[in-house]
Nanobody, 124 residues
Framework: QVQLVESGGGLVQAGGSLRLSCAASGRTFSSYAMGWFRQAPGQDREFVGGISRYGVITDYSDSVKGRFTISRDNAKNTVYLQMNSLKPEDTAVYSC?????????????????WGQGTQVTVSS
């Protein structure tokens, strides 16, 4: 089992940047495909992006492609979400997720473990 803890959320003006971190503990971090999701009030949880075990492959939703970047540091058991050119519609609780997968893939669903989330608020 793995425990996930997000950090780095906050309040930022439109056009600004934030970097979220997700620290993992437990099993070997490189065993996990990792993902970021977000959920705004009254809306379903939405896939933001994902990264394969060793960071070879990344994938993003169309709404964030070109603005957000996912990376991971397996030596630090941490995955990051760099968010640039933020918009008010990016306001949500952002959560990271993990799933053991020894393939070189990005998962858009089917994650086994979730963090508690961190709030990101973008003001106009």
């Amino acid at each position: 089992q793995v425990q996930l803890v997000e950090s780095g959320g906050g309040l930022v003006q439109a056009g600004g940047s934030l970097r979220l971190s997700c620290a993992a503990s437990g099993r070997t971090f490189s065993s996990y495909a990792m993902g970021w999701f977000r959920q705004a009030p009254g809306q379903d949880r939405e896939f933001v992006g994902g990264i394969s075990r060793y960071g070879v492959i990344t994938d993003y939703s169309d709404s964030v492609k070109g603005r957000f970047t996912i990376s991971r540091d397996n030596a630090k058991n941490t995955v990051y979400l760099q968010m640039n050119s933020l918009k008010p519609e990016d306001t949500a609780v952002y959560s990271c997720a993990a799933s053991v997968d020894y393939r070189t893939v990005v998962l858009r669903a089917g994650y086994d473990y979730w963090g508690q989330g961190t709030q990101v608020t973008v003001s106009s």
